[in-house]
């Protein structure tokens, strides 16, 4: 039951993510519009400033209230850039403090569980509101505030006697600043949730902006209350505080029409938690069709459909809750944006049992299920994509330009629509406004459409970018004969389990849930972890069988028919290659240091991953083989060193994150790595560069890798330290550690954002010490966030894996061979030997090729620890040949 009980916690927490973001949302929920320039600034030209602040104030709060925190990160960011360097506000009177900015940037970070840069934003929040804006005639509101977001910010990270004691520090907080203006009691004769509250009589609406704001916070405390309380498990207090902030925040009417569907999105939620199954749907149904006027194409609509649907199913109307649900999967599909496996499967058990009662529905079904399990994004996916869909906006090219082009549009149909209904609960408004705004709304949305067909067709790389789901007649069209994709969905209550081959589909749940898998994973994982001295534990081939009948014992025959498997996998299992699962029980050899006799399910299939189905369509669906004239491009032995305060500058961190700076700068070098190097020079001669030492620089790599050097070689190999984050709390782009050089932004470090910039053709691009650093990084992100797992339990190293795969899958790259753990040099030099000589006559594919180059350290007694053969893993399309 206490599994349980934590699975409930976190999934109800992460649901309720950023639940007061956008608190002064004045120019969408509105009280009195964005902040008016002044005369003096108009007659100096400053109104242009004042115009920029408004406009990213604007932004960053309308994508935080909608749950695009990335899109809301870069809006503060560009805001705090204007702070920065310009005086807003003294030219700007009625603009925000900074520390009002940087606490809602804290929040964006802390909604993206980058909890370290969160406390440094909030500490600086704080700093000034004790300094230099301590005077300010905002002040006492914005350290209420402040209090309020760090509660929101304890409840991101599930910490509920935190977050409570802030919630209630901030009521407080709030009533002192109110004065009383926002102190309202309901007794037993009021009407709830603003059905029948004589508004017109309050006052309030006649009242100011900033006693309306008030209003607006405490409703908002209410809210974030009423989260906590269903956390604790207390439902009917839960109930009682949302309708709190539901009847405050009919006494502004114009809020009303951001807020009320954010709060009846929350009871909706809480009234499927006290089985009102009919109440909850009409909540749901309600917010999310306010969104869909309101804010249309938002995570918050598509999470207010799924409540929906989830009532509907309790409701017994499957066909209706089938048809809700993907409603707001395709509002998903839009929005690169973190989505739970525990969100989605009501949906799932819905359609499984759809098949049990008519099976004639298995294929309709199959394809719906694979495209909603396209969907799940954890969160350092979500940043990785979103990071990769922002990056095709840049630059001056028509790729560039059609994507900003859209961006742009769907921008202003937002505003318009927001302004559409604000307008239309406006008593004042007049009929010909009305008209001629319906008129503007009409005309963007075509605008985006249009543009939207443009950026698909000018950038198809867009549906990449963002991991957009494929459908299942696609993934089958570029599937081989004997060969399966296994995509594996790790999750509470249950797993799930799809297999798909050229003409077939077969899925099922499996009796196994995430926290379960996560222990078993982490067992394996410490089997090969070497100690300081260089000792490797057993590797548990017992607990390796035991993970492989878990998972696969319910389609196991089917499994084992293909020749090729191609995994995607969710969750703990992206951070341990399958390759290394036992496929029947093992002997007791094992225990004593012997592994040849082991059934791994690596010696027996060629077996590959992809980060998502679309991937491999996209890759597949490129015109045949490089054009490449040189073979191979090796790079190895770069030289360490980095200043710590220059890795923080160049990615603008605060020194809370120093300790990871520090063990970038720490992870030495590889000077093993230039006879690996040397040996792939040898085997390919003339059509082999090599770049060692300081040649192997990061100004060096970048300016080849734009220009085009780097596309003239069919394998690129980085002989290098992968850096793959253990948590997203700091740095969020994986990257490779090259020579840093005395340029202004060179750090030492080639990053996924800058590998995609890179122009390439080649068949496969080789990581050969990959996560080399990951015991340093793991090591500082607990020392300086304790709360956090280690990344071989929560999957978080396999993520920004994947992540770099992306990157050089869209700079070009049609395969990567990478490693999960580090590697020893004599071994690693014999299996990269052993494979690019099979490789190079082009008559072998890499799975393959890979496979038997395991095969003789496998073989050996002395090598057949998974440790020494294990951690090599084929990324993309690994039936390419050279």
């Given at each position: 039951?206490?599994?349980?009980?934590?699975?409930?916690?976190?999934?109800?927490?992460?649901?309720?993510?950023?639940?007061?973001?956008?608190?002064?949302?004045?120019?969408?929920?509105?009280?009195?519009?964005?902040?008016?320039?002044?005369?003096?600034?108009?007659?100096?030209?400053?109104?242009?400033?004042?115009?920029?602040?408004?406009?990213?104030?604007?932004?960053?709060?309308?994508?935080?209230?909608?749950?695009?925190?990335?899109?809301?990160?870069?809006?503060?960011?560009?805001?705090?850039?204007?702070?920065?360097?310009?005086?807003?506000?003294?030219?700007?009177?009625?603009?925000?403090?900074?520390?009002?900015?940087?606490?809602?940037?804290?929040?964006?970070?802390?909604?993206?569980?980058?909890?370290?840069?969160?406390?440094?934003?909030?500490?600086?929040?704080?700093?000034?509101?004790?300094?230099?804006?301590?005077?300010?005639?905002?002040?006492?509101?914005?350290?209420?505030?402040?209090?309020?977001?760090?509660?929101?910010?304890?409840?991101?990270?599930?910490?509920?006697?935190?977050?409570?004691?802030?919630?209630?520090?901030?009521?407080?907080?709030?009533?002192?600043?109110?004065?009383?203006?926002?102190?309202?009691?309901?007794?037993?004769?009021?009407?709830?949730?603003?059905?029948?509250?004589?508004?017109?009589?309050?006052?309030?609406?006649?009242?100011?902006?900033?006693?309306?704001?008030?209003?607006?916070?405490?409703?908002?405390?209410?809210?974030?209350?009423?989260?906590?309380?269903?956390?604790?498990?207390?439902?009917?207090?839960?109930?009682?505080?949302?309708?709190?902030?539901?009847?405050?925040?009919?006494?502004?009417?114009?809020?009303?029409?951001?807020?009320?569907?954010?709060?009846?999105?929350?009871?909706?939620?809480?009234?499927?938690?006290?089985?009102?199954?009919?109440?909850?749907?009409?909540?749901?149904?309600?917010?999310?069709?306010?969104?869909?006027?309101?804010?249309?194409?938002?995570?918050?609509?598509?999470?207010?459909?799924?409540?929906?649907?989830?009532?509907?199913?309790?409701?017994?109307?499957?066909?209706?809750?089938?048809?809700?649900?993907?409603?707001?999967?395709?509002?998903?599909?839009?929005?690169?944006?973190?989505?739970?496996?525990?969100?989605?499967?009501?949906?799932?058990?819905?359609?499984?049992?759809?098949?049990?009662?008519?099976?004639?529905?298995?294929?309709?079904?199959?394809?719906?299920?694979?495209?909603?399990?396209?969907?799940?994004?954890?969160?350092?996916?979500?940043?990785?994509?979103?990071?990769?869909?922002?990056?095709?906006?840049?630059?001056?090219?028509?790729?560039?330009?059609?994507?900003?082009?859209?961006?742009?549009?769907?921008e202003r149909y937002a505003t318009l629509k927001a302004l559409q209904v604000l307008q239309l609960r406006d008593p004042l408004s007049q009929a010909d406004q009305a008209r001629s705004l319906a008129e503007g709304v009409s005309q963007a949305q075509e605008e985006v459409e249009r543009l939207r067909a443009a950026r698909d067709r000018i950038a198809p790389e867009y549906q990449s970018a963002i991991a957009s789901p494929v459908t299942l007649d696609a993934l089958q069209s570029v599937l081989g004969e004997g060969e399966a994709m296994v995509q594996v969905l790790i999750g509470w209550p249950r797993s799930l389990i799809l297999i798909i081959d050229r003409e077939q589909i077969t899925y099922n749940a499996i009796p196994v849930t995430d926290s379960q898998v996560n222990v078993l994973i982490g067992l394996l994982r410490r089997g090969i972890e070497t100690d300081r001295e260089g000792r490797v534990p057993d590797y548990r081939a017992d607990v390796a069988f035991q993970v492989f009948n878990l998972l696969f014992s319910s389609q196991r025959e089917r499994l084992m028919s293909f020749d090729r498997l191609i995994f995607s996998t969710s969750g703990a299992l992206q951070s341990l290659p399958l390759e290394l699962l036992a496929t029947a029980p093992p002997d007791n050899a094992w225990r004593a240091g012997d592994y040849t006799g082991v059934p791994f399910l690596g010696a027996q299939k060629a077996v590959s991953y992809v980060p998502s189905p679309r991937n491999l369509v996209d890759i597949r669906a490129r015109a045949g083989t490089s054009d490449a004239a040189g073979a191979v491009a090796s790079f190895a032995d770069f030289r360490a060193g980095v200043d710590p305060d220059k890795v923080l500058r160049v990615s603008r961190l605060p020194q809370t994150c120093r300790r990871l700076a520090e063990a970038v700068d720490r992870v030495g070098e590889l000077p093993g790595t230039a006879a690996e190097g040397q040996v792939i020079g040898d085997i390919f001669g003339a059509d082999a560069r090599l770049a060692t030492a300081q040649a192997f620089n990061e100004d060096a790599v970048k300016e080849e890798g734009a220009d085009g050097t780097l596309a003239d070689y069919k394998v690129l190999h980085f002989a290098t330290h992968g850096i793959l984050w253990p948590t997203p709390d700091c740095f969020t782009d994986p990257a490779l550690t090259v020579t840093a050089t005395a340029s202004e932004d060179s750090d030492g470090l080639l990053t996924a954002s800058e590998i995609r910039l890179m122009t390439l053709d080649a068949q496969l691009v080789v990581l050969s010490a990959c996560n080399t650093a990951s015991g340093y990084l793991t090591s500082a992100s607990n020392s300086i966030n304790g709360a956090r797992q280690a990344a071989g339990l929560s999957g978080a190293g396999g993520e920004s894996l994947s992540g770099l795969a992306r990157a050089f899958f869209a700079a070009g790259a049609r395969a990567v061979l990478a490693t999960h753990w580090p590697v020893a040099d004599k071994e690693t030099t014999a299996l990269m030997g052993r494979f690019f000589r099979l490789i190079k006559d082009g008559d072998m594919d890499f799975a393959t090729a890979l496979r038997l180059s395991q095969a003789e350290l496998r073989e050996r007694v002395s090598t057949s620890h998974p440790v020494f053969w294990g951690p090599f893993v084929l990324i993309g399309d690994a039936a390419q040949t050279l």
């Open positions: 039951m206490i599994g349980a009980r934590l699975h409930r916690v976190g999934r109800i927490a992460r649901a309720g993510r950023a639940g007061i973001a956008g608190l002064a949302l004045m120019g969408l929920a509105g009280c009195e519009g964005a902040f008016p320039t002044d005369d003096r600034a108009e007659a100096t030209g400053e109104a242009d400033v004042c115009r920029q602040v408004s406009s990213a104030l604007l932004r960053g709060q309308r994508n935080s209230f909608g749950l695009n925190f990335r899109a809301a990160e870069d809006a503060f960011a560009e805001l705090l850039s204007l702070y920065a360097l310009e005086d807003v506000t003294g030219q700007c009177p009625e603009a925000p403090s900074q520390a009002f900015v940087l606490m809602n940037q804290a929040l964006a970070h802390s909604s993206q569980e980058r909890f370290v840069t969160a406390d440094g934003l909030f500490d600086r929040a704080a700093e000034l509101l004790q300094g230099e804006e301590a005077g300010r005639d905002d002040y006492e509101r914005d350290a209420a505030l402040l209090i309020a977001y760090r509660a929101q910010d304890q409840l991101n990270r599930s910490v509920l006697e935190g977050a409570r004691a802030f919630v209630e520090q901030a009521a407080s907080g709030l009533d002192d600043v109110s004065g009383g203006v926002a102190r309202f009691s309901f007794g037993p004769g009021a009407s709830r949730a603003g059905q029948g509250i004589d508004l017109a009589g309050s006052g309030l609406i006649q009242s100011s902006g900033d006693e309306q704001l008030q209003v607006i916070e405490e409703a908002s405390n209410q809210h974030t209350l009423a989260h906590v309380r269903l956390l604790e498990g207390d439902a009917a207090g839960a109930e009682q505080a949302i309708n709190t902030a539901l009847d405050l925040i009919a006494l502004v009417p114009r809020a009303a029409a951001a807020y009320r569907p954010r709060f009846l999105s929350q009871r909706a939620l809480i009234k499927l938690e006290r089985q009102d199954y009919e109440a909850a749907r009409r909540d749901a149904a309600e917010a999310a069709d306010a969104f869909a006027a309101l804010m249309p194409d938002t995570p918050l609509e598509a999470r207010a459909r799924l409540r929906e649907g989830r009532a509907l199913v309790a409701l017994g109307r499957a066909d209706e809750a089938l048809s809700t649900f993907e409603r707001g999967f395709l509002v998903y599909e839009e929005n690169p944006v973190v989505v739970e496996y525990g969100s989605l499967w009501p949906f799932f058990s819905l359609a499984l049992n759809t098949v049990a009662q008519q099976p004639a529905r298995e294929r309709e079904m199959g394809a719906r299920i694979f495209r909603a399990a396209q969907l799940v994004r954890q969160s350092i996916t979500a940043q990785t994509v979103s990071g990769a869909a922002a990056l095709l906006g840049e630059g001056d090219g028509e790729k560039a330009r059609a994507v900003r082009a859209w961006r742009d549009a769907n």
